[in-house]
Antibody, heavy 119, light 108 residues
Framework: EVQLVESGGGLVQPGGSLRLSCAAS????????MTWVRQTPGTGLEWVSG????????YFADSVKGRFTISRDASKNTLYLHMNSLRAEDTAVYFC????????????WGKGTTVTVSS | EIVMTQSPATLSVSPGERATLSCRAS??????LAWYQQKPGQAPRLLIY???TRATGIAARFSGSGSGTEFTLTISSLQSEDFALYYC??????????FGGGTKVEIK
């Protein structure tokens, strides 16, 4: 069974940094592209970033470009989202999700981790 | 960026009735369209991909149709567990992947 478990969320001041982790199991992690999607309370879903399993370039939404980076550690089956220069508008629940091979829809999601940016 | 627009924002339906949800793309996404269901406090769950193919384990009462810019998710006979939020997502052109704003299906 595919499992994705996010961690690392919390309260951070504006301008601060945070690293989210997503521990994956139940599939060959290195073979699949992975992505981060966030959801602001009461609003919809926003794609944040994606990374292939094969060493391709990362992709970012314009809203986070230059502030967030994405990486993965195949030895730990873990995906990361490094968030810098955080803003109040980055406050959201962050989900990691597995992308279907050869397509870019998400067939498995974690339960999410909450990031709150506030002074 | 492809903008996805869902309508209506809220759909009030009685149990056992049919629900029809719409999703429109600002430009053609071919059949590269997925639908997700989300219940309060839970992660989204994949329902439909390729505009019309049900994901593993999804009940037959869920069906998707459309191509290009116009798509529909139909729930043929609403069950109590179907009252939830529904999102469409295009994956024809990325980055970015884009979602619609969602349709809330509520009990009438």
């Amino acid at each position: 069974e595919v499992q994705l478990v996010e961690s690392g969320g919390g309260l951070v001041q504006p301008g601060g940094s945070l690293r989210l982790s997503c521990a994956a199991s139940g599939f060959t992690f290195s073979s699949y592209a992975m992505t981060w999607v966030r959801q602001t309370p009461g609003t919809g879903l926003e794609w944040v970033s994606g990374l292939s399993g094969s060493g391709g370039p990362p992709y970012f939404a314009d809203s986070v470009k230059g502030r967030f980076t994405i990486s993965r550690d195949a030895s730990k089956n873990t995906l990361y989202l490094h968030m810098n220069s955080l803003r109040a508008e980055d406050t959201a629940v962050y989900f990691c999700a597995k992308l279907v091979r050869g397509a870019y829809y998400m067939d498995a999601w974690g339960k999410g981790t909450t990031v709150t940016v506030s002074s | 960026e492809i903008v996805m627009t869902q309508s209506p924002a809220t759909l009030s339906v009685s149990p056992g009735e049919r629900a029809t949800l719409s999703c429109r793309a600002s430009q053609s996404v071919s059949s590269n369209l997925a639908w997700y269901q989300q219940k309060p406090g839970q992660a989204p769950r994949l329902l439909i991909y390729g505009a019309s193919t049900r994901a593993t384990g999804i009940a037959a009462r869920f069906s998707g149709s459309g191509s290009g810019t116009e798509f529909t998710l139909t729930i043929s006979s609403l069950q109590s567990e179907d009252f939830a939020l529904y999102y469409c997502q295009q994956y024809n052109n990325w980055p970015p992947l884009t979602f619609g704003g969602g349709t809330k299906v509520e009990i009438k």
